[in-house]
């Protein structure tokens, strides 16, 4: 990349907010898109193998949420960090926090599968995944086992992402996710390999991903950041700045992952396993549609840090206001999208006969939980901006009240205590959905009133 993209790029991220939130957002739905396939991938092709495979799928995914939480977290933190430090014009506190977090990336991916493994047998038995369990460390002990290729391709991304290079992202993530797609049936069915071979796609695919981007940052080294040893010095600042929003960041993949854990159980109780791969078909889908809002959060997460690291509030006010407007009108279309073609939609996990009596309860879910997206950008761009200004906690908070305070127990007493089984929870975590979002938007709001009262009575009004 030439000095002048370079400069183009930062020019994108301090400038008008509104130009700004197009220009990044709609490469990073683009990557989101394909990542959201490269796993919807292994839902399609390992339903295939039928109910207890997809369940196994169900299983692991909370337990995946959490350490790639991990990753996502700390390239939360640190584009966090570098998009302040570039508005604020300290370019070498930029470098040294992307060094910072390619460090953390490595201590991690050899920590987390140490603790983790020895005791996946034990964890997916207590989580009640019984005759599923088996598929479940089929599939577990490869993509754990490999889980460096996994959350350095998160980081790196959130890295170009952060410095405004949007494109190159989408770039490596294409590769990944065309690949696993194609891989996917060899591995599971050509080879023979079932759920293993599901992994093994998963793990090959991520892999290019780091290979492009370990290129491009240290071959090619045309990236704005500069991420060499000889950026690198052990900062106490740039440490708690990144882990402020990385574990907040980090802890809200946990919540959710619990309230997976919770959703399963009380899924189980009410219609067994096969409640469990219905639900999880439903959420992989969910995922898909959400992809244009978590594109929207994450540029505001870049813009609004741009902003609050220049002390300029009204571009901080715009931007936030202008994604949440934007997001209405997009998860609007996307819900009606939704509920109308929710029975072609379930067909993708249905296409195998020991599958296709599952097409009317996906149906059924799809319909609730286009709903669930209706409410969702209050939440999702809230909770992004309070991690883009360096408040990770609030984030925290937001989506703690949002999934276990609400969706957990409104799931809980429509569907347990009334007596309305899954129904009842699918309705319990729109309801839940919807009060916690609107707690976020009220809190972002108020932040932001604040936030500009103080920058006028420090600077007067003369952004």
């Known amino acids: 990349m030439n000095n002048n993209n370079e400069n183009s790029n930062i020019n994108i991220i301090t400038g008008d907010p509104k130009k700004a939130i197009k220009k990044l957002a709609w490469p990073i739905m683009v990557s989101m898109f394909l990542l959201t396939a490269y796993n919807l991938a292994d839902s399609i092709w390992v339903a295939g193998l039928g109910p207890n495979a997809l369940a196994a799928l169900g299983f692991i995914t909370p337990l995946f949420m959490v350490v790639v939480g991990l990753g996502s977290g700390l390239g939360a933190g640190a584009n966090s960090l570098i998009a302040r430090s570039i508005g604020s014009k300290k370019k070498h506190i930029a470098d040294n926090t992307g060094v910072h977090a390619i460090i953390f990336t490595l201590i991690i991916s050899i920590l987390a599968p140490i603790i983790l493994l020895p005791f996946l047998k034990d964890i997916l038995l207590l989580m009640g995944a019984g005759d599923a369990t088996q598929a479940g460390l089929d599939y577990g002990y490869i993509v754990f086992g490999f889980l460096i290729v996994i959350l350095f391709s998160s980081v790196a991304s959130a890295i170009l992402r952060s410095e405004g290079d949007v494109k190159r992202a989408m770039y490596a993530m294409a590769i990944t996710a065309v690949l696993n797609i194609i891989i996917d049936p060899i591995f599971i069915y050509t080879f023979n390999m079932g759920m293993a071979g599901a992994a093994i796609a998963t793990v090959l695919s991520a892999a ?17 950041l500069s991420l060499g040893l000889s950026s690198f010095k052990y900062d106490t600042f740039i440490v708690k700045n990144i882990l402020k929003v990385a574990i907040p960041s980090t802890a809200e993949n ?49 813009v609004v840090g741009a902003a609050y690291g220049s002390h300029n509030y009204e571009k901080l006010e715009l931007g936030f206001n202008y994604t949440i407007k934007l997001g209405f009108i997009i998860s609007g279309i996307l819900s009606i999208i939704m509920f109308v073609f929710a029975p072609q939609i379930a067909l993708v996990f249905t296409y195998t006969s020991s599958s296709a009596n599952l097409t009317p309860q996906i149906t059924e879910v799809l319909r609730f939980l286009c709903f669930f997206l209706l409410v969702l950008p209050m939440g999702i761009v809230s909770s992004m901006a309070f991690q883009g200004v360096g408040k990770g906690f609030t984030s925290l908070v937001i989506t703690i009240f949002r999934s276990l305070v609400f969706e957990a127990i409104f799931a809980y007493i ?11 929870m699918y309705l319990g975590v729109v309801v839940g959905c919807a009060f916690g979002a609107v707690i976020g938007l009220i809190w972002a709001k108020l932040f932001i009133r604040s936030y500009k009262k103080d920058m006028i009575i420090k600077f007067g009004n003369k952004n």
């Open 414 to 424: 429509f569907g347990i205590v009334l007596g309305w089984g899954v129904v009842g």
């Open 208 to 224: 290019i991903s780091c290979i492009v981007m370990v290129y491009w940052i240290w071959i090619k080294k045309d990236t704005y």
């Open 254 to 302: 946990f919540v959710l992952s619990i309230l997976g854990l919770i959703m399963n159980g009380m899924l189980v109780i009410a219609g067994g396993t096969v409640a469990v791969a219905v639900y999880t078909a439903g959420m992989r889908i969910l995922q898909l549609f959400m992809i244009p809002l978590i594109g929207l959060g994450t540029a505001i997460l870049t």
